[in-house]
């Protein structure tokens, strides 16, 4: 699974993505939101680093389930997964250096 470009509003079920194996990142945003976008560049250019894991941007919102059960309060949020636990997780990230590393835990 490559990297998506988009936030998806259709969020998987969290019970998918507990199933789910190997390495997965969440990033929990929206298109409109400043910091969401101002995160892009360095999202990109940590997963460059880390092709073969899976990345998902999913929609997020007051009443959306996934979010919620993750209990994100934040855009951007990252949470790292391996074989569906969370490893780790980053609210708004201002390093490249800081998604890479998290990225590295996973694989």
Not at 25 to 31: D, H, I, K, P, Q
Not at 50 to 63: N, Q
Not at 70 to 90: A, M, N
């Amino acid at each position: 699974m490559a990297m998506t470009q988009q936030y998806e509003s259709k969020e998987p079920l969290r019970e998918v993505v507990d199933a789910t194996a190997g390495p997965l990142v969440l990033e929990f945003g929206t298109s409109w939101c400043g910091y969401c976008q101002a995160a892009q560049p360095l999202i990109e250019r940590a997963f460059a680093q880390h092709p073969g894991v899976g990345h998902l941007k999913v929609e997020d919102g007051s009443g959306r389930p996934l979010g919620r059960s993750f209990r994100v309060k934040l855009w951007p949020t990252l949470v790292f997964l391996k074989d569906g636990q969370e490893v780790s997780r980053l609210v708004r990230p201002g390093k490249a250096e800081d998604i890479e590393a998290a990225l590295a835990a996973i694989v």
